[in-house]
């Protein structure tokens, strides 16, 4: 699938890419719908560490493509802040017969870095070392060499200690924090629970 159509604000890094169902597929085609014509969305969207999907009204944005998965970057009314929504995490989303505007001072690059979405101040970065036994397979999605050993080891921006320990339970024993102690003590009890 194009990732970029013409007067997408997209993410100009990237050029073509894969969504995950067809579900995405029409999800991302009433996003792009949307954003070109200004009209806001009703999401039904469960988060990562919800049971259930909440309905959400957003103003959207943008479509991304990033780290092996579709975003959407959008005003959320119920946050009243800017939010970014995985597009296989959208349950239903439906038009809102209202328009919006996007503010003149909003940019993408303050989001994708490094082809990676990203939200908050970065101020800390957090170590990661995955093992040969996955590292293969995430050098290859962040292109970039393995150490000797077959390890991989990459600093992550640190806005958010739930995704480090969310990022990290994924991996289980494959994957854990050097640093900083403040995110591997984040780390150790919900390893512990699993």
């Known amino acids: 699938m194009l990732a970029k159509l013409p007067g997408d604000p997209t993410y100009e890094g990237v050029r073509e890419a894969s969504t995950g169902t067809e579900s995405d597929a029409s999800t991302l085609a009433l996003v792009r719908r949307s954003v070109r014509d200004r009209r806001k969305l009703a999401l039904t969207y469960r988060g990562s560490g919800s049971d259930e999907g909440l309905v959400r009204i957003v103003c ?42 996007i503010p003149a001072d909003f940019s993408l690059e303050g989001i994708v870095r490094g082809g990676k979405v990203f939200q908050g101040p970065a101020e800390e970065v957090v170590t990661i070392r995955y093992s040969p036994a996955i590292a293969r397979w995430i050098a290859e999605r962040e292109g970039t060499a ?49």
Not at 172 to 192: F, H
Request: proline share 10%.
């Open 60 to 101: 959207p944005y943008a479509p991304v493509f990033a780290s092996g998965a579709w975003y959407l970057v959008a005003h959320c009314q119920r946050s009243q802040a800017i939010r970014i929504f995985r597009l296989d995490r959208i349950e239903a989303a439906e038009s809102v017969d209202e328009r919006f505007e």
């Open 146 to 194: 393995l150490a000797p050993d077959g390890s991989l080891t990459l600093e992550h921006p640190l806005a958010d200690p739930h995704w480090v320990v969310r990022h990290v339970l994924q991996y289980g024993p494959e994957a854990e924090v050097p640093s900083p102690e403040s995110a591997r003590q984040a780390v150790r009890p919900a390893l512990a629970r699993h």
